[in-house]
């Protein structure tokens, strides 16, 4: 069975860098499909941070672009996600998920559990 | 950008009723849609991808139809277990855009 977990700090603090990484078991992230980050700010609804695929191609929400990396290690079986120059607007649940690819699109047919990152000095 | 725009934003109704949420694609996105379902504290949860085609294990009063910019999300008869915020996402081509969703509660 699939499964998706995240991990990283709860908390950080303005201008520093969100660092989270997404452990998959259950399948080899080699496996032919990408590998996204999803976030919801409180009481909020979804936004679509970023994707990658084995092959390391990626691809990212403009309005994050300029802040976000997203890596994935398939030794390790985890992608990550760095995200530069936080502040209080980044506070959110952060989501990892599976996507089944449609050209450089996707849906989401597995997700973690989710983890809440809090930005505040 | 492809905006999605969701209607309504909420909505209240009776156990057995039938409940259609619309979504609008700000230009067409043939049907690379999915509906997703967000009980209060859970993850989002798909439901139906390519506009229609029902994820394994959903019930089957949930339905999707529509293609190019307009889509529906039907649930056939309202249960209880139903309460929960519905979004659904293009994924013609990144970048990837979600509704703003729409809450669904008993009324």
């Known amino acids: 069975q699939l499964q998706l977990q995240e991990s990283g700090p709860g908390l950080v603090k303005p201008s520093e860098t969100l660092s989270l990484t997404c452990t998959v078991s259950g399948y080899s992230i080699s496996g032919g499909y990408y590998w996204g980050w999803i976030r919801q700010s409180p009481g909020k609804g979804l936004e679509w941070i970023g994707n990658i695929y084995h092959n390391r191609n990626t691809y990212y929400s403009p309005s994050l672009r300029s802040r976000v990396t997203i890596s994935v290690d398939t030794s390790k079986n985890q992608f990550s996600l760095k995200l530069g120059s936080v502040t209080a607007a980044d506070t959110a649940v952060y989501y990892c998920?599976?996507?089944?690819?449609?050209?450089?699109?996707?849906?989401?047919?597995?997700w973690g559990q989710g983890t809440l990152v809090s930005v505040s000095s | 950008d492809i905006q999605m725009t969701q209607s309504p934003s909420s909505l209240s109704a009776s156990v057995g009723d039938r409940v259609t949420i619309t979504c609008r694609a700000s230009?067409?996105?043939?049907?690379?849609l999915a509906w997703y379902q967000q009980k209060p504290g859970k993850v989002p949860k798909l439901l139906i991808y390519a506009a229609s085609t029902l994820q394994s294990g959903v019930p089957s009063r949930f339905s999707g139809s529509g293609s190019g910019t307009d889509f529906t999300l039907t649930i056939s008869s309202l249960q209880p277990e139903d309460v929960s915020t519905y979004y659904c996402?293009?994924?013609?081509?990144?970048?990837?855009?979600f509704g703003g969703g729409t809450k669904v509660e008993i009324k």
């Open positions: 996402q293009n994924y013609n081509s990144a970048p990837l855009t």
């Open positions: 230009q067409g996105i043939s049907n690379y």
């Open positions: 998920a599976r996507g089944r690819p449609y050209g450089s699109g996707s849906f989401f047919d597995y």
